[in-house]
């Protein structure tokens, strides 16, 4: 009889460690940390270029992304840097990739190890611009003789953005005596708001989506050959995405966003002085059905 309860105590001793195991393992009525068998414990990394353009969209998506139950970090850099890091698989994401002209030399270098995903918009203008005060330029090529007007200068963005790279090319192939003025968006604003302010003629870099074009009255000179082109922007990803989050990918592969949405997100943000993340929740929020259709969800 002894022998007998002995035997039954280490039967259930057994019986209980068997279902504490089964527990473990997600078995029972513990629900398994995934859902529909994607592994969300994986952190999405966007490369973020320090342009007005690139905030709204990777807000909004970052927003969406930590709602569908993932971690997001986001990595500053220049353009150089940001398709250095996705196609080393450091980074996963870019928002504003301005293809087919003005990323070329990015996705040339890089483009085997890179996903062309989505078009976020085809409205991409950009080149050189002027205010619409100065009379007689209408293109690249008017400046030719005339560069004295404008202090011998182009004010640009910083070295490594494809319209840096595009510009320099440019100023030796139609043999323009200019100088390059390397800067951040912000000092290049700044520099031209100072010389229009008094209005001075003043040539500098301008794309679309930007405030720039609501602020001031601009105008885009036509540029020779095939160096500035209406763009369409993308999003990237790099190619291993699609194996570590199928389910982000899937989402980012949907993406649309109206340029005139960004834009008027931009005015938000920079002339209004409103939190991007705020801003990107308020756009979320009155667009869910935009939102549910990029997720796959068109029920």
Known sequence: MK????????LLVFMLLAGCGANDQGGGDTPPAETGGENKDVTIRFGVTPWTSTIPPTKVARLIIEDMGYTVNETNADAGGVYTGMSRGDLDVFMDAWLPVMHANYMEKYGDTLDDTAVSYSEGELGWVIPTYVEGI?????LKGKEDQFGGKIYGIEEGAGMTVTSREMIDEVGLDLEYVA?????????AQRLMSNNEPVLFLGWRPHPMFANYDLKVLESPGEYFQTSEVHVITNNELKERAPEVYEFLSNWSMDVTDIEEMIVQIEDEGR????????????HQEEVAAMQGNNE
């Open 183 to 191: 800067s951040s968006e912000g000092g290049m604003l700044a520099q």
């Open 275 to 286: 939190d991007a993340e705020e801003v990107a929740r308020e756009w979320i929020d009155n």
């Open 3 to 10: 022998k007998m309860k002995v035997s039954i105590f280490f």
């Open 138 to 142: 209408d293109s690249v090529e008017d």
